[in-house]
Structures are given as C-alpha cells and as structure tokens.
C-alpha cells in the first residue's frame, strides 16, 4: 500500500532535503519504491536544461519511480528568497491549486513511499493570504517535521507540531537534525523534545562530516511511520 507524507521544517536551514532525501534511501533499501516531490523552490541555479534546485535534485537522486525535474519541482526561482516574492518578481502566482495538482500527479504513480517536501517552515506564505500549510491541508497528507536541534528549537518545534495539529493533519513523526555540534545541554534539550512532541522521534542524526543519504538513512527508522519494512 502506497503511503505519502509531508516534509516540513522548525525553520529554514534545518535540514528538511538532507533527512527527506535520508528517509527515501532507508525506503529504498528496505525494498520500497520511492517518489518525491519539491512543488516550489527558490535559489536555483540556471543550467542549459533550465533552472534546477539542489534539493529538488537531491529528492530526485532517490526517487526510483521514474519522474522528469519538472514533475518533481514545477516551480523553481532563482533568487534564493523567500518563494512567494521569488515567485511575485517573475510575475507567477502561486496558488494551492497550482502546486497541487502537480503532486497530484506525482502522488498518483503509487510509490509505495511518496514525500513531499515544503520550502522553509509551516506557514510559508503563497499567493493571496494562502500558506504553504494548505498545501498539506488541501492534500490531506501526514506531516513529518524536521527539528533543526539548536538553541531555540524547543520553542519551534512546539509552536509548529501546535499549528499542524490546528490545522487538522496527523504529525507522524519527527527527526531531531542536529545542526549545531556545539548546542549547549544537547541531551536534556533532545529529552524535552522527546517528552512534549505528539509524535514518535524516527532518528537522531548527529553533526555528520558526510552527510549522504546513506550515512543520513543509518540513524532513522523508517518503520515508526507504519510502513512495511
């Protein structure tokens, strides 16, 4: 049975790419056909194909339905800011309908794990007064939230498991990705987490030298998301 979930972050800089990526090649290595999507990202580099994202390629390396870069992330920007003014200065409006229907499709190729990774945190702003959350909402999928473990993330990731569950979806599951090596009390603020999130904790990825989706895929565990492994 095909199952899909929503990647979203604590903030921007929190490594959403590195574990969504690391999650697709746990998935693969336990024999699961994977698929994944970036609807709109900013800070593309513009190549003879045309625009392409880092990340968007990142998902894409670890996908293994086959799906071309304009399925995987239809709206790509290349100032490295926020979308909705990347998307306002190129004149393109990003409504929910317009990123949705793309994942639609994405999602329709049955992958037996499907991501779809957000851009930034949960209330990423889009056309109108439409956030990046209803996205998810519109595509009723389960939410996985990346913690960027630094000083600070106890207060976001509260404040974000808070707004997903208002917003009616399932939080099913979290990764604690510790970006600062040198986080002070690692341990308690990495309990507190454990103890006041809603959700199962499906890794703890340390400060990695090489940070590969391999490397990433040995610290998580896929099947706390009630996948078939």
Known sequence: MSQAFFVTGTDTEVGKTTIAAGLLHAARAAGLSTAAAKPVASGCELTPQGLRNSDAL???????????????????????????????EAGVELSVSALAEPVRQVLARGADFTLVEGAGGWRVPLAGTSNLSDLAIDLQLPVILVVGVRLG??????????????DGLLLAGWVANIVDAHTSRLEENIATLVERLPAPCLGRVPFLPERSPAAIAAHLQIQLLGLKV
């Open 153 to 166: 993330c106890i207060n976001h990731a509260l404040l974000s498991a808070e707004a997903i569950e208002r």
């Open 58 to 88: 990142a998902l894409l390396g670890e996908s293994t339905v086959a799906l071309r870069y304009e399925q995987v992330n239809p709206f790509a920007f290349a100032p490295a800011i926020a979308p909705h003014l990347a998307a306002r």
